[in-house]
C-alpha cells in the first residue's frame, strides 16, 4: 500500500500524457479521417509514443540495475517503467471498451497485462527484470507494427498508403515472427526454468509467477495464431497478383 501511495501521483500525470495524445489524435492529427478508422488511428498514435519509448526505457533501467534477476527487488527507474506502460493501457483499454467493445481478445489482452504490470509493481515490487524484458520483446516490433496498421486503414483510398502497406507487409511479419515465435517463447522458458526450480526461495508467491507464465504463454501463442494468419493472407493476395499479371 506504501508503493502505491508514493506512485500516486505519477500515475496521473502519465496517465494525462496518454490522454492528451489520443484525444489530439481524434481532433487534430486524424480529424480529417473518416469517423469509422478514426479511433484505430488514435489509438495507434499513443501506442507509437508508448511501444519505442518503453523499449528504450526498460533496456536502460535493466542495465542500469546490478541486481537485476528474476525476483530481484523492482529499482525506482524499473518501477518508473512499469507505470509508464500501465498509464498507456488503462488508456488503451478505455479506448476500447468505448469504441470496440466487442472486441474480447484485445480486452482480455489488456486485463491480462494490466493485471501482471500491476503485480509486479504495486504487489510484490519484485520481478521487474523478467515483466520488462517481456516488455522489451513485445514493444520492439510496436513501432513498424503501428506503421503497417496505419497503412493498412488507408490502402483502399490512399495509393501512398498501400504501397507503404505493400513494402512493410512482408518485413514485418518476418521480424514479428522472429520475435514472438523465438525469442519470446526461449525467454519464457528461461522464466518458467528459473521459478519452477524453486532457487528464489518462494520470495515471489507461486501463484503469481504462474499466472505471469499462464498470461504471457496464452499470449504469445494468441501473437503467433494472428501472424500466421497474416502470412497466409499474404500469400493468397501475392498468389492473386502473380494470377492477374500471367493471364
Same mark, same amino acid.
Given at each position: 500500500?506504501?508503493?502505491?501511495?508514493?506512485?500516486?501521483?505519477?500515475?496521473?500525470?502519465?496517465?494525462?500524457?496518454?490522454?492528451?495524445?489520443?484525444?489530439?489524435?481524434?481532433?487534430?492529427?486524424?480529424?480529417?479521417?473518416?469517423?469509422?478508422?478514426?479511433?484505430?488511428?488514435?489509438?495507434?498514435?499513443?501506442?507509437?509514443?508508448?511501444?519505442?519509448?518503453?523499449?528504450?526505457?526498460?533496456?536502460?533501467?535493466?542495465?542500469?540495475?546490478?541486481?537485476?534477476?528474476?525476483?530481484?527487488?523492482?529499482?525506482?527507474?524499473?518501477?518508473?517503467?512499469?507505470?509508464?506502460?500501465?498509464?498507456?493501457?488503462?488508456? *488503451?483499454?478505455?479506448?476500447?471498451? &468505448?469504441?470496440?467493445?466487442?472486441?474480447?481478445?484485445?480486452?482480455?489482452?489488456? %486485463?491480462?497485462?494490466?493485471?501482471?504490470?500491476?503485480?509486479?509493481?504495486?504487489?510484490?515490487?519484485?520481478?521487474?527484470?523478467?515483466? %520488462?524484458? %517481456?516488455? &522489451?520483446?513485445?514493444?520492439?516490433?510496436?513501432?513498424?507494427?503501428?506503421?503497417?496498421?496505419?497503412?493498412?486503414?488507408?490502402?483502399? *483510398?490512399?495509393?501512398?498508403?498501400?504501397?507503404?502497406?505493400?513494402?512493410?507487409? %512482408?518485413?514485418?511479419?518476418?521480424?514479428?515472427?522472429?520475435?514472438?515465435? &523465438?525469442?519470446?517463447?526461449?525467454?519464457?522458458?528461461?522464466?518458467?526454468?528459473?521459478?519452477?526450480?524453486?532457487?528464489?526461495?518462494?520470495?515471489?508467491?507461486?501463484? &503469481?509467477?504462474?499466472?505471469?507464465?499462464?498470461?504471457?504463454?496464452?499470449?504469445?501463442?494468441?501473437?503467433?495464431?494472428?501472424?500466421?494468419?497474416?502470412?497466409?493472407?499474404?500469400?493468397?493476395?501475392?498468389?492473386?497478383?502473380?494470377?492477374?499479371?500471367?493471364?
Amino acid at each position: 500500500m506504501e508503493t502505491l501511495i508514493k506512485s500516486l501521483p505519477d500515475l496521473p500525470i502519465l496517465f494525462s500524457f496518454f490522454l492528451t495524445i489520443y484525444l489530439a489524435a481524434h481532433f487534430l492529427v486524424f480529424r480529417n479521417w473518416s469517423p469509422k478508422i478514426r479511433p484505430e488511428a488514435a489509438s495507434c498514435l499513443i501506442s507509437i509514443f508508448h511501444g519505442t519509448p518503453a523499449v528504450f526505457l526498460a533496456t536502460h533501467a535493466l542495465f542500469t540495475d546490478p541486481n537485476r534477476g528474476f525476483s530481484s527487488l523492482n529499482t525506482k527507474t524499473e518501477a518508473s517503467v512499469l507505470d509508464y506502460s500501465i498509464s498507456y493501457f488503462l488508456m *488503451d483499454l478505455i479506448h476500447y471498451l &468505448i469504441f470496440s467493445p466487442s472486441d474480447i481478445l484485445f480486452i482480455g489482452h489488456h %486485463l491480462a497485462t494490466l493485471f501482471v504490470f500491476v503485480t509486479c509493481r504495486y504487489l510484490v515490487t519484485r520481478g521487474a527484470y523478467a515483466v %520488462l524484458m %517481456l516488455l &522489451i520483446l513485445a514493444e520492439v516490433t510496436s513501432a513498424c507494427q503501428n506503421a503497417w496498421t496505419l497503412a493498412n486503414a488507408r490502402r483502399i *483510398d490512399v495509393e501512398f498508403a498501400a504501397k507503404v502497406y505493400d513494402f512493410l507487409s %512482408l518485413p514485418f511479419y518476418a521480424f514479428y515472427s522472429v520475435v514472438r515465435g &523465438i525469442l519470446g517463447p526461449y525467454f519464457v522458458y528461461q522464466m518458467g526454468a528459473f521459478f519452477f526450480s524453486g532457487v528464489d526461495g518462494g520470495i515471489i508467491p507461486k501463484w &503469481i509467477w504462474v499466472s505471469w507464465l499462464f498470461v504471457v504463454v496464452i499470449a504469445i501463442s494468441v501473437s503467433i495464431l494472428w501472424v500466421t494468419n497474416l502470412w497466409v493472407q499474404l500469400y493468397r493476395e501475392r498468389s492473386a497478383k502473380l494470377e492477374k499479371k500471367s493471364t
